[in-house]
């Protein structure tokens, strides 16, 4: 039986609760499908500084590249915020992605069919909506130096950086157009070209790797309409690719379709395939849900598990390649929201909701019966 290495970092507030829930995912889907995980644990942000004073320890790095693949929960809290940027639990986050190369951070948002309802906007606006956000992830702002925060006698005085090499937006891009071949074949490179210079080279590298796709439409957005768009016409898209932080914010915005932040699930990936001899694993990959760690109902016992629970299905579509597997999970969570199961982020007002536990009780007996048919 192959093993498939999996290190969990459940990290702080609702990460462990999620995390716990696409772990029984997981290990059902190992059960029936014949790969064994093997998870190992770590602490990462807030919960490592407490233990170790630092929000990522290099041991967990290297337990890292010793995995098929990692899988996190959140990291951060009001505990921590009072920490300079780069000691912070976010910090340990940022360093993960960048010393694992993982350069392509893949956001599926997909309205399910039940939920088109529970959403703010009209049913009609977001049933059917079924787009990835491709979010750049190891450069721009985020990394960019320099970026310094100093209080100065004569005043206080902030910078960050925003530096692209063509390299850099030429492989997130080329990812974004082999995605979309795979889809409804539309590109929408989001920049802000009319006034940032990285924007001007992105819109122009785009063009260029697009020209290689000639069965890929290509349409180039600034980012101030998209974001009117995302919400007013959510499926005009197919594959949006941007920036880092462009990335961050329309996430979070298209998660507005999906129901709630707690339904997103993410994938960030790099270019070369794992390095454990003998794993099944294709590709090495950071599977972690798009929301944080949701300080206002952490240790509720009622976070929604979906978003951790569709990363655990991208770990199994991205990192072993198992599609039919991958699928299945997507589909129990279909079936376990149109069997009338919400938590409380999704519940209506006076609607009974269910805890965790609950809810991935209920979906684990839907995807055993899936599994098995
Ligand atoms: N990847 C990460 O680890 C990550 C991502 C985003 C934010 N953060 C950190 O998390 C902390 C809180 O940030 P925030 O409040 O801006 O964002 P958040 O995503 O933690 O929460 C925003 C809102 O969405 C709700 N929510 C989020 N996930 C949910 C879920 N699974 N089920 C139900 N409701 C859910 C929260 O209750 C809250 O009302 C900060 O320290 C931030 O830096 C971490
Ligand atoms: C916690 C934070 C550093 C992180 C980011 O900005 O990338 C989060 O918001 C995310 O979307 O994963
Ligand atoms: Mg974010």
Redesign the pocket.
Known sequence: MSEVHVLLLP?D??GPE?VAAAQRVLELVGHRTGYRFVFSEDLVGGAAIDAYGTPLRDETIEMALRSDAVFLG????PKWDHLPKATRP?AG?LRLRKELGLFANLRPVRVFDPLADATPLKPEIVRGVDLIVVRELTGGLYFGQPSELRREPTGRWAIDTLPYREEEIARIVDLAFQLARARRRKVTSVDKANVLNTSALWREVASEIGQRYPDVTLEHALVDSCAMRLVARPRDFDVLVMENLFGDILSDEAAVLAG???MLPSASLHGQPPQRPGSPAVRFGLY??V???????AGKGI??PI?AILSAALLVRWTLGNERAATAIEQAVEETLASGAR?A?LARPGEPAMGTEAFTDRLLERLASILSA
Do not use: Q
């Not at 959140?74 to 809290?77: D, L």
């Open positions: 990290g507030g609702i999620v959140a990291v951060g809290g976010e986050l709630s932040l707690g972690e849900p929301h944080g760690s949701a300080p206002d109902i976070a929604n978003g938590t982020d």
